[in-house]
């Protein structure tokens, strides 16, 4: 079984409507991040939390909000979707070292 | 603030050849580490290569391997023998402080 999953794997939706997606791990990680990834620029930090009780913006957080469910969960919800929000979106792990980060397998998401 | 180039956006190489992608990134700190991660088509981010900047020597698994210039603030890798499978998105990241910063990734493609 993956160790770090994400639901669901494909998404279509509509401009306006709320969405979440979701993070599980197992690898008994600490700190949990979501990332955007869109064509020719890379992946950028949406949100990390390094433990259940701490969550921090990343670089664009703007448009998203996340919940720590629990150490193994971490959801990222859009509010209100728009277009520009359409993109591949990933979520990882890491130990409290840090210096490895475990990546799902990626969402994509598509607003139309 | 942070950066990471990437200067080769997409490269094509013969199968078994050797192939270097660039990176170069900006920092005031003396401490961080640099990755290569890989995306194939699968889309799955799969860790490459992890190089300490307090370590000298460059990092090496297997095929691949690191030009690490500290001075320079240079990061290229190094693939050797190229194969099939290498033909992917390439990207160089900088972690500072638990976050990581990708640049926008080199595409490469083996050709047989």
């Known amino acids: 079984d993956a160790d770090v999953t994400q639901t669901p794997r494909n998404r279509i939706t509509k401009t306006g409507k709320r969405i979440m997606l979701e993070c599980s791990q197992t690898?008994?990680?600490?700190?949990m991040y979501w990332y955007r990834q869109d064509p020719g620029l890379g992946l950028r930090l949406i949100y990390y939390s390094f433990d259940v009780k701490d969550i921090n913006k990343g670089e664009i957080s703007d448009g998203y909000s996340v919940s720590r469910q629990a150490q193994a969960k971490f959801s990222l919800s859009l509010e209100s979707a728009i277009p520009n929000q359409t993109a591949l979106y990933f979520c990882a792990t890491s130990d409290h070292r840090g210096y490895e980060q475990y990546f799902g397998p990626g969402t994509r998401l598509t607003v139309t | 603030a942070q950066t990471v180039t990437q200067s080769q956006p997409e490269m094509s190489v013969q199968e078994a050849e050797t192939v270097t992608l660039s990176c170069t990134y900006d920092?005031?700190?003396?401490?961080?580490?640099l990755f290569w991660y890989k995306q194939p088509p699968s889309r799955q981010m799969i860790l490459v290569i992890r190089q300490e900047a307090y370590k000298q020597q460059n990092a090496t698994e297997n095929r691949f391997s690191v030009n690490f210039q500290k001075a320079a603030k240079s990061f290229s890798l190094k693939i050797s023998d190229s194969q099939l499978g290498d033909t992917a998105m390439y990207f160089c990241a900088f972690m500072r402080d638990d976050k990581i910063i990708f640049g926008k990734g080199t595409r490469l493609h083996i050709l047989p």
């Open positions: 690898k008994g990680h600490d700190r």
């Open positions: 920092t005031s700190e003396n401490n961080y580490y």
